[in-house]
Nanobody
Framework: QVQLVESGGGLVQAGGSLRLSCPASGLTLSNYVMGWFRQAPGNEREFVGGITKSGGSTEYANSVKGRFFISRDNAKNTVYLQMNRLKPEDTAVYYC?????????????????WGQGTQVTVSS
């Protein structure tokens, strides 16, 4: 059974940092492109960023570029989302997702597996 379990969320003041982790079980993470998404109340889920299978390339939404950084440790079967200079508008439930399709392209990618999400709340 495949599981992605996000952790590391919480309440932080604006300007602070959090690091989310997404360890995977039941799959070999190096075979998957990984994405991070978020969904705020009343909003659609949005792409935050992604990382290729080897970790050699990343992509970020304009809203988080320069503040958020995605990394992965395939030996630990874990992907990370480092969030710096957090803003109240970053408040959302954050999800990691795994896609077995080849590297390349981020738009309209369909992910095979999703985590349950972790809440991030940024106070002003």
């Amino acid at each position: 059974q495949v599981q992605l379990v996000e952790s590391g969320g919480g309440l932080v003041q604006a300007g602070g940092s959090l690091r989310l982790s997404c360890p995977a079980s039941g799959l070999t993470l190096s075979n998957y492109v990984m994405g991070w998404f978020r969904q705020a109340p009343g909003n659609e889920r949005e792409f935050v960023g992604g990382i290729t299978k080897s970790g050699g390339s990343t992509e970020y939404a304009n809203s988080v570029k320069g503040r958020f950084f995605i990394s992965r440790d395939n030996a630990k079967n874990t992907v990370y989302l480092q969030m710096n200079r957090l803003k109240p508008e970053d408040t959302a439930v954050y999800y990691c997702a795994a896609d077995s399709a080849p590297d390349g392209g981020w738009v309209a990618r369909e992910y095979d597996y999703w985590g349950q999400g972790t809440q991030v709340t940024v106070s002003s």
